[in-house]
């Protein structure tokens, strides 16, 4: 399965910004007897939705390749790099014509899918006598030349354009925050152009308290760092905090016992900490902000332990991290929320300084 996890390494990444506002990921697992951990072999972990419109696809092609001894025996050896770089393509050559086959009939469904879209848009654009066959150009995770057949050419444009899609997938959830605070200040001042000055006034001052009272919380300890860990050891857990091991730590926690802590298991690191200062209930706190923040904090944790940059952190990288002065001596996040607004409403302030 390392193979797997190595090409949907990225594919853990909800879409959380904006539209649909996620609820924090759960780690509600209470493991109070650690001596002998064992992974449940029987237990499927579904890979999450990767955000990519051609998730599905993408997804059906690794099931069915999983499913030939020699490809999949060749994928576990393999590393990142060359599953990125598209030198495993060409053992596609000889895979089982049964697993031919079925590929085959993915890429003819996928591709009709694609056409059913491009036909829906041209449709409601009232748009006539335009080449489906060219409009497939656009979709770079498949020959559009050879609907019939998946090739090696298939698998490796298929690799490549998710590896690129997804790892700008964080810059462009940053961005689409950026673009939601914007518009979030944007509609507030418009309202405040609405009000007399006496009602503009209470609206500010409400404002500000509000501002206040959701800065004023406990404290935050600095993600990744020894604290931090700890109090997930000792509240989510159910442990006790001297008995506190870094490498049991890490087998609690992976969660799908593949031997690496991915993003999305990292992710689920902060939810006790985010917790301290973002309650849906409040009006308050922002849970698109509350999301921000939770991938900030896992790119931080990522650029200090990950030291091979596959986005996959090792028990041993993580044990070298837990060595380091940092993870003992590490600050404390005192105004969390800041963090987020600050590295964006400066350059809100610039745009409507303009206005």
């Known amino acids: 399965m390392r193979w797997r996890t190595l090409l949907l390494q990225y594919c853990f990444l909800l879409i959380t910004c904006l539209l649909t506002a996620l609820e924090a990921v759960p780690i509600d697992i209470d493991k109070t007897k650690v001596q002998n951990i064992h992974p449940v072999e029987s237990a499927k972990i579904e890979p999450p939705d990767t955000g990519l419109y051609y998730d599905e696809y993408l997804k059906q092609v690794i099931d069915v390749l999983e499913t030939d001894k020699h490809f999949r025996e060749k994928l576990q050896k393999a590393d990142i790099e060359e599953i990125k770089s598209g030198r495993l393509s060409k053992e ?24 059913m879209l ?23 995770h498949l020959n559009h030349l050879n609907p019939d057949k998946f090739e090696s050419t298939d698998l ?7 590896t690129s899609d997804l790892e700008h997938y964080d810059k462009t959830r940053h961005e689409e925050f950026k673009k939601y605070e914007m518009m979030k200040e944007h509609e507030r001042r418009e309202y405040l152009k609405t009000l007399n000055e006496e009602k503009r006034k209470e609206e500010e001052s409400k404002f500000e308290e509000m501002k206040k009272k ?15 860990l700890k109090e997930v050891w000792e509240e989510t857990d159910g442990l006790d905090p001297n008995d506190f091991d870094p490498k049991t730590f890490f087998k609690l926690h992976d969660v799908n016992s593949d031997g690496f802590l991915d993003e999305q298991e990292l992710e689920a690191l902060f939810t006790k900490e985010l917790e301290k200062v973002y309650d849906p209930k409040n009006e308050e706190d922002d849970m698109v902000e509350m999301e921000e923040e939770r991938l900030r904090m896992r790119e931080h944790v990522m650029n200090e332990v990950d030291t091979n940059k596959d986005r996959l952190v090792t028990l041993e990288e993580f044990l070298k991290a837990t060595e380091k002065k940092e993870f003992l001596d590490s600050p ?12 964006v409403l400066g350059q809100i302030s610039q745009v409507f300084f303009f206005f």
Do not use: W, Y
């Open 214 to 228: 959701h800065e004023n919380h406990p404290k935050v300890n600095h993600p990744g760092s020894k604290d931090q």
């Open 118 to 140: 491009i036909k829906a848009k041209l449709d409601s654009l009232q748009d006539i006598g335009m080449d489906h066959q060219a409009l497939l150009k656009q979709f770079d």
């Open 332 to 343: 404390s996040c005192l105004n969390l929320p800041k963090c987020v607004r600050h590295c």
């Open 156 to 162: 490796d444009m298929l690799i490549k354009a998710a």
């Open 92 to 115: 596609l050559d000889l895979v089982s014509h049964h697993v031919r086959t079925k590929l085959d009939e993915l890429k003819r469904q996928e591709v009709g899918r694609l056409r």
